[in-house]
């Protein structure tokens, strides 16, 4: 899935007077907002659906043999590396890092950056609270889960949705969106898939509960899209000024010759 990048400030370019650069930009956040607001609905859409899966036992059998899979053995290098993944995926240093991330990215807007962040963080927590003891479904047995419960205070309580998931997947898409580069998108991919196969393999959780929290923290991710300012230069993937403006609108002169101003000598 394409995240729609945020949109960025943009500066008057040569034959465009400022009123029809606003408008130019207005309407390209508008189209992007609107495509992130697409997205974080869809994925809403999909939690719902899974929920409802989940609550008529639909899914169990697939749960179950899946699970047994990937179940880690007490005390092997696996495991340990699944609780220190645990650690390092804990709600305050989720909350941390993500809060470290968008002050580095928006040094002239810190303020409402992080205020966006936790506002986003706060509807994460809120959505494992009303969703866990609404649906209370029983964590998985075992003696790796409850090494973990002992160990990570994290085992305990409803099963469905995965909260280190959800919020790995939220951490992801703010990564995702701040840094356009290939190297962090694919850290950011990596993290997700390492939280969600270490709870797993603690055996804290079921399949479709890592996969309900991957999907809640894209779409709380998306939303934090929206309400982060705009993205600072550099944030987008150059192009080239010919081809494209700074805010995403096609360059008026992108499709003149190269040397269209330039004079043509005379023989």
């Known amino acids: 899935m394409d995240i729609p990048p945020l949109p960025t400030p943009t500066r008057q370019t040569d034959g465009a007077g400022p009123g029809g650069q606003r408008a130019q930009t207005g309407t390209h956040t508008e189209r992007v907002s609107a495509r992130l607001i697409l997205l974080a609905?869809?994925?809403?859409?999909?939690?719902?659906?899974?929920?409802?899966?989940?609550?008529?036992?639909?899914?169990?059998?697939?749960?179950?043999?899946?699970?047994?899979?990937?179940?880690?053995?007490?005390?092997?290098?696996?495991?340990?590396?699944?609780?220190?993944?645990?650690?390092?995926?804990?709600?305050?240093?989720?909350?941390?890092?993500?809060?470290?991330?968008?002050?580095?990215?928006?040094?002239?807007?810190?303020?409402?950056?992080?205020?966006?962040?936790?506002?986003?963080?706060?509807?994460?927590?809120a959505v494992e609270w009303i969703v866990k003891p609404l649906l209370a479904r029983p964590r998985p047995d075992g003696i790796v889960g409850a090494l973990a419960s002992a160990r990570l205070g994290g085992g305990g309580g409803g099963s469905f949705p995965s909260g280190h998931a959800l919020t790995a997947a939220l951490l992801a898409v703010l990564t995702w969106q701040l840094w356009r580069g290939f190297g962090p998108r694919a850290v950011a991919v990596a993290w997700v898939l390492a939280v969600g196969l270490s709870r797993l393999a603690l055996g804290v959780h079921w399949p479709t509960d890592v996969v309900a929290g991957v999907i809640a923290g894209i779409g709380l991710g998306l939303v934090l899209a929206i309400l982060l300012p705009p993205a600072p230069p550099g944030t987008a993937r150059r192009r080239r000024p010919a081809e494209t403006s700074e805010g995403g609108v096609p360059h008026p002169d992108a499709s003149a010759p190269q040397d269209a101003g330039r004079s043509t000598p005379r023989g």
């Open 41 to 125: 609905l869809s994925c809403a859409a999909a939690f719902a659906a899974l929920t409802a899966l989940v609550a008529t036992g639909t899914l169990d059998a697939a749960d179950r043999t899946i699970r047994g899979h990937l179940l880690a053995d007490p005390g092997t290098p696996a495991a340990w590396a699944a609780i220190g993944l645990a650690w390092a995926g804990s709600a305050p240093v989720v909350a941390l890092t993500g809060a470290a991330l968008v002050a580095l990215r928006f040094p002239d807007r810190k303020a409402r950056a992080i205020a966006a962040w936790l506002a986003v963080l706060a509807a994460a927590a």
